[in-house]
């Protein structure tokens, strides 16, 4: 299949003309319309260095909130004093702890000083949120992703101290599920997300629902 190069619209081609791996186009920006008009479409970007790669994965790694798996060692972490959660409270620690924390077999990062800048714009929009997860007054863990509707779509998350990033998801992942949130996009597979309930679903199915519930 033909890899698409973005012009100065803000126009997608369909998802089901990605490459086999997910790869769907490259070029555009991080404009606010451009990524809304992206995670409507069940795109997302993801690349090291310019030009921006658009990708719509085949099939989806979710997680549906009802589905949340917990662990018994988990449990008295959960209802213990050891971590404290809050909801946007450090966006910008979220991120840019993301942004630096070491990842074992990753070099450097994917989320450069655009992307960084685009979320952040995102944030004080109310379209990006942050999770966190804090001991003794310090950030030691936590998420961020977009809210759209009744979908949260996760982009990354970080951890200083064992648990205290699975803290933080498994308490927003609770809130979500309070809220009535339909769907977690999880974007590809890790083995840590698929412990805690996410599984793979087909692309046709997670688009359909986009159209439902965003």
Known sequence: MALFLLDETNLFPPVELAEP??????????????????????????????????????????????????????RSLLNGSKFQFTVNQDFSGVIRNCQHIHRPGQNGTWINSDLLAAYTELHRL????????????????????????????????????????????????????????MLIDCQVYTEHLASLGARMIPRAEFISYLRQYI
Do not use: C, H
């Open 21 to 74: 791996d997910g790869l769907l186009a490259v070029g555009g920006d991080l404009s606010t319309e451009r990524l809304m008009n992206a995670y409507r479409a069940g795109i997302f970007p993801w690349y090291d260095e310019p030009p921006i790669a658009w990708w719509s994965p085949d099939p989806r790694f979710v997680l549906f909130p009802d589905e949340l798996k917990v662990q018994k060692s988990m």
């Open 126 to 181: 109310g379209i990006a949120w942050s999770a966190e997860a804090w001991q003794s007054d310090q950030l030691v863990g936590g998420l961020y992703g977009l809210r759209m509707g009744r979908l949260f779509f996760g982009e990354s998350m970080f951890t200083k101290v064992t648990n205290a990033s699975k803290f933080a998801f498994i308490k927003w992942v609770e809130l979500l599920r309070q809220e009535q949130t």
